[in-house]
T-cell receptor, first 111, second 116 residues
Framework: DAGVTQSPTHLIKTRGQQVTLRCSPK?????VSWYQQALGQGPQFIFQ???????QRGNFPDRFSGHQFPNYSSELNVNALLLGDSALYLC??????????FGNGTRLTVT | AQKVTQAQTEISVVEKEDVTLDCVYE???????LFWYKQPPSGELVFLIR??????QNEISGRYSWNFQKSTSSFNFTITASQVVDSAVYFC?????????????FGQGTRLTINP
């Protein structure tokens, strides 16, 4: 039974570019959340998707957007990348709310 | 506002020692959940425990135990007879029931190193 899978594992982008990160939830899970984890910090909630709609959002600018597909997979898009967007991006999935199962993350480096 | 504080940034102990990781939280909600997650070098956050705010019983799972005290807003985690494989970053987190369960507030984490 595959857990939460994220792609790519690592990514290097230039300031101002756009990036798309992908997540496949654990089998049987229907809710996906995204978190940003800066180096040496705890993860911070970006947003949550359920039934293909954004249900909750953390304190992140509109440059961060997402999508959930009918198969429950999800994408995180970040436009106009800033150096401060460099972080580990974690995807988490769940069914019925708790507990969250996390993927290994995508390490994004903005130069 | 919700907040989780893990005052210990790094802890280093010798194998077989007991170690306690501290977690203090702030919330105005009467119903909430507390969590501990482990993050090994691979990056994945591994779920360890969830505790409901109405359940103050301590819990033991093998070498792991958790002490929840609402009076001091603390949810501490103890590893007994630590092993090298316990080396990781440990996060305490706070969440709400329902949709809020997805929106966890994490502490800064405690990096635990177990030396052989």
């Amino acid at each position: 039974d595959a857990g939460v899978t994220q792609s790519p594992t690592h990514l290097i982008k230039t300031r101002g570019q756009q990036v798309t990160l992908r997540c496949s939830p654990k089998s049987g899970h229907d809710t996906v959340s995204w978190y940003q984890q800066a180096l040496g910090q705890g993860p911070q909630f970006i947003f949550q998707y359920y039934e293909e709609e954004e249900r909750q959002r953390g304190n992140f600018p509109d440059r961060f957007s997402g999508h959930q597909f009918p198969n429950y997979s999800s994408e995180l898009n970040v436009n106009a990348l800033l150096l401060g967007d460099s972080a580990l991006y974690l995807c988490a999935s769940s069914f019925g709310g708790l507990p969250l199962h996390f993927g290994n993350g995508t390490r994004l480096t903005v130069t | 506002a919700q907040k989780v504080t893990q005052a210990q940034t790094e802890i280093s102990v010798v194998e077989k020692e007991d170690v306690t990781l501290d977690c203090v939280y702030e919330t105005r909600d009467t119903t909430y959940y507390l969590f501990w997650y482990k993050q090994p070098p691979s990056g994945e956050l591994v779920f360890l425990i969830r505790r409901n705010s109405f359940d103050e019983q301590n819990e033991i799972s093998g070498r792991y135990s958790w002490n929840f005290q609402k009076s001091t807003s603390s949810f501490n985690f103890t590893i007994t007879a630590s092993q090298v494989v316990d080396s990781a970053v440990y996060f305490c987190a706070l969440g709400q029931p329902g949709w809020g369960a997805q929106k966890l507030v994490f502490g800064q984490g405690t990096r635990l190193t177990i030396n052989p």
